[in-house]
């Protein structure tokens, strides 16, 4: 890519040594990570005319850089020095010891058991919580189980879960849930309601698994029309080719609407999204779907990403050409989710339901140690690599996603309640059942869906903050 391009000359210009021996307590291989931390960041970092410790002109010697790289015993440190406004501005950038684990995981590989879940506060009580589980993985552990959306688990191991025991009980590689249920005590009050043993355990264990993001497809037939059905969960590369099979199918069965599930889908590959977004339309190729704007260093490198009619292996796009489109959202779309929703918003109608987005509009890449950041000619005695926000996202009226999320459309607004999550791809689940009550403009059983939606509880954390790095917006 252009951007590499751009590093290359950097590079050559540079006057800084990539490691160094001054005799001090700091290992050479910390120093040498340091060093590569630090240059990394300096020449791609989104915000780095924010940070001053990574001007162009922060060091007036050599000895001076190494002075400061010598003051981080954990390029951890160095690295979370350097992130602009941790808690506001960039919430995303990150680091890790294990380039493999983290390749692994943008193929879609993990060690999971299989299923995704809310933790939320009990009723009645300030310690305590549960989960429910929303999602569940097929051919998964704990689909072996028979566990399903909806269930709940108030303990793990015979102890019952707490804000200050969850994170441990959940690293385990295998444990016992206990399984429960609401009991409001068939009265209309709350302040008896509780979370009540099953007298029911399931042992479930954690396994290396590729999860396919095209989690369900259906063909809906509604009033005489055709409303094609998809529950995407992840931009992972490499799924185009199986979505171009899916669009073929909705193309040869003459589908007029299509509703798009992004509910629980963090993000991924921002080709995949170009890709995606042109098999929803495909009559504005060549049109641009999205930007890329990088930090003023690298403004050469900035890139449009545009309609397209070909895949990357160059089979044709199978579009539908349509005009309008439907999107489920909740907290958890992220990061390449916003953006095909912002990318599309100048072309087509697109009606989002459910809640805000997560709020993510930057683009990030992994940076590895070698001498052009990339994967080949690796520096073989480490397996640091960085994650850092590198661009910001924009559609072609140059509008990003703001950092409070994409909002539901005017009358789309809608919570899952885990008491009332229903069955996904179900025509009566709650978000998908007010997308079709809008297709056959059936105002009445929109608002019947709404005034159903159920108890609300306080969520504590969710499953995917146990793998925070999941998702976002990738450069390939």
Same mark, same amino acid.
């Given at each position: 890519?252009?951007?590499?391009?751009?590093?290359?000359?950097?590079?050559?210009?540079?006057?800084?040594?990539?490691?160094?021996?001054?005799?001090?307590?700091?290992?050479?291989?910390?120093?040498?990570?340091?060093?590569?931390?630090?240059?990394?960041?300096?020449?791609?970092?989104?915000?780095?005319?924010?940070?001053?410790?990574?001007?162009?002109?922060?060091?007036?010697?050599?000895?001076?850089?190494?002075?400061?790289?010598?003051?981080?015993?954990?390029?951890?440190?160095?690295?979370?020095?350097?992130?602009?406004?941790?808690?506001?501005?960039?919430?995303?950038?990150?680091?890790?010891?294990?380039?493999?684990?983290?390749?692994?995981?943008?193929?879609?590989?993990?060690?999971?058991?299989?299923?995704?879940?809310?933790?939320?506060?009990?009723?009645?009580?300030?310690?305590?919580?549960?989960?429910?589980?929303?999602?569940?993985?097929?051919?998964?552990?704990?689909?072996?189980?028979?566990?399903?959306?909806?269930?709940?688990?108030?303990?793990?191991?015979?102890?019952?879960?707490?804000?200050?025991?969850?994170?441990?009980?959940?690293?385990?590689?295998?444990?016992?849930?206990?399984?429960?249920?609401?009991?409001?005590?068939?009265?209309?009050?709350?302040?008896?309601?509780?979370?009540?043993?099953?007298?029911?355990?399931?042992?479930?264990?954690?396994?290396?698994?590729?999860?396919?993001?095209?989690?369900?497809? /259906?063909? #809906?037939? =509604? %009033?005489?029309?055709?409303? +094609?059905?998809?529950?995407?969960?992840?931009? $992972?590369?490499? *799924?185009? &080719?199986?979505?171009?099979?899916?669009?073929?199918?909705?193309?040869?069965?003459?589908?007029?609407?299509?509703?798009?599930?992004?509910?629980?889908?963090?993000?991924?590959?921002?080709?995949?999204?170009?890709?995606?977004?042109?098999?929803?339309?495909?009559?504005?190729?060549?049109?641009?779907?999205?930007?890329?704007?990088?930090?003023?260093?690298?403004?050469?490198?900035?890139?449009?990403?545009?309609?397209?009619?070909?895949?990357?292996?160059?089979?044709?796009?199978?579009?539908?050409?349509?005009?309008?489109?439907?999107?489920?959202?909740?907290?958890?779309?992220?990061?390449?989710?916003?953006?095909?929703?912002?990318?599309?918003?100048?072309?087509? /109608?697109? #009606?989002? =339901? %459910?809640?805000?987005?997560? +709020?993510?509009?930057?683009?990030?890449?992994? $940076?590895?140690? *070698?001498? &052009?950041?990339?994967?080949?000619?690796?520096?073989?005695?480490?397996?640091?690599?960085?994650?850092?926000?590198?661009?910001?996202?924009?559609?072609?009226?140059?509008?990003?996603?703001?950092?409070?999320?994409?909002?539901?459309?005017?009358?789309?607004?809608?919570?899952?309640?885990?008491?009332?999550?229903?069955?996904?791809?179900?025509?009566?689940?709650?978000?998908?059942?007010?997308?079709?009550?809008?297709?056959?403009?059936?105002?009445?059983?929109?608002?019947?869906?709404?005034?159903?939606?159920?108890?609300?509880?306080?969520?504590?954390?969710?499953?995917?903050?146990?793998?925070?790095?999941?998702?976002?917006?990738?450069?390939?």
């Amino acid at each position: 890519m252009k951007y590499f391009k751009t590093l290359i000359l950097l590079l050559t210009l540079s006057f800084l040594t990539s490691c160094f021996e001054d005799g001090d307590d700091i290992p050479v291989s910390t120093r040498s990570i340091n060093d590569f931390v630090w240059k990394g960041m300096n020449t791609f970092y989104l915000y780095k005319d924010n940070v001053p410790n990574l001007a162009n002109n922060r060091f007036s010697s050599d000895q001076n850089y190494f002075n400061y790289l010598n003051d981080f015993s954990r390029p951890e440190d160095l690295f979370e020095s350097l992130i602009y406004e941790r808690e506001t501005v960039d919430r995303f950038s990150w680091i890790v010891d294990d380039y493999f684990e983290l390749e692994r995981q943008f193929q879609g590989i993990s060690g999971t058991n299989g299923m995704e879940f809310g933790f939320f506060a009990s009723p009645n009580s300030d310690i305590e919580g549960f989960c429910v589980i929303r999602l569940v993985l097929p051919n998964s552990p704990a689909e072996d189980n028979n566990l399903k959306r909806g269930d709940i688990f108030y303990g793990i191991d015979g102890m019952r879960l707490t804000n200050n025991n969850i994170n441990t009980l959940l690293s385990q590689e295998t444990y016992t849930l206990n399984l429960g249920f609401y009991n409001d005590k068939g009265t209309p009050e709350t302040t008896d309601d509780s979370i009540d043993p099953l007298d029911k355990n399931i042992t479930i264990s954690k396994v290396q698994y590729t999860e396919n993001p095209i989690f369900i497809t /259906d063909i #809906i037939n =509604i %009033g005489g029309e055709n409303v +094609g059905y998809l529950m995407y969960n992840g931009f $992972i590369l490499g *799924s185009e &080719n199986e979505l171009n099979s899916v669009f073929a199918d909705f193309k040869s069965n003459n589908i007029q609407h299509l509703v798009l599930d992004l509910r629980y889908n963090p993000g991924g590959s921002v080709s995949t999204t170009t890709f995606l977004a042109s098999m929803i339309t495909g009559q504005y190729n060549g049109e641009v779907f999205k930007k890329l704007i990088y930090n003023n260093d690298l403004q050469s490198s900035n890139t449009l990403y545009n309609f397209t009619n070909i895949l990357a292996n160059g089979a044709t796009i199978n579009s539908l050409g349509l005009e309008k489109l439907y999107v489920l959202t909740s907290k958890r779309s992220a990061s390449a989710s916003e953006g095909l929703i912002n990318g599309l918003n100048p072309y087509i /109608d697109v #009606i989002q =339901i %459910g809640t805000n987005t997560t +709020g993510k509009t930057q683009a990030s890449v992994t $940076i590895y140690d *070698s001498p &052009n950041f990339q994967r080949q000619g690796l520096n073989p005695n480490h397996t640091y690599a960085m994650q850092p926000l590198i661009s910001t996202g924009v559609n072609k009226n140059d509008i990003q996603v703001p950092g409070t999320g994409l909002i539901p459309s005017i009358g789309f607004e809608y919570e899952e309640r885990p008491l009332n999550y229903g069955t996904l791809g179900d025509v009566n689940e709650p978000l998908l059942a007010l997308a079709l009550a809008d297709i056959e403009s059936s105002t009445t059983r929109s608002e019947s869906i709404k005034s159903k939606s159920g108890i609300s509880f306080k969520l504590i954390k969710d499953s995917h903050d146990f793998n925070p790095h999941e998702g976002g917006m990738r450069i390939d």
